[in-house]
């Protein structure tokens, strides 16, 4: 599965973006997909992920700021990001996992077993 990651930028802390995960010529609706991030010098971090039947699970550090949602009908997945922190500057990454098997889906929500990859956003939050 090919996956575009778009929406990346420069934003003042307490703004707001979104970021886009497309999936040209690809059907996304079996497929649980989720957000990562990498900010310098850190590992990649588990972020958000929604699962093929439309469960959510955003991680602490996002949670109440981030919401992931989906359109199956537009094969895109998206992260609403708001109340922007200097600390979630990183290059963000969109996955997905295409088993709907029932081990698969709450490893993927867990953010583990991810096949297929995006190229990152860079997103930049000033203070």
């Known amino acids: 599965v090919q996956l575009q990651a778009s929406g990346g930028g420069l934003v003042q802390a307490g703004g707001s973006l979104r970021l886009d995960c497309a999936a040209p010529g690809r059907t996304i609706s079996s497929l649980t997909m989720a957000w990562f991030r990498r900010a310098p010098e850190k590992e990649r971090e588990f972020v958000a992920a929604?699962?093929?039947?439309?469960?959510?699970y955003i991680s602490d550090p996002a949670k109440g700021r981030f919401t992931i949602s989906r359109d199956n009908a537009k094969n895109t997945m998206y992260l609403l990001m708001n109340s922007l922190k200097p600390e979630d500057t990183a290059v963000y990454y969109c996955a997905a996992i295409g088993s709907t098997g029932t081990l698969a889906t709450a490893q993927a929500m867990r953010g583990r077993g991810y096949d297929n990859w995006g190229q990152g956003t860079q997103v930049t939050v000033s203070s």
């Open positions: 929604i699962s093929w039947s439309g469960r959510t």
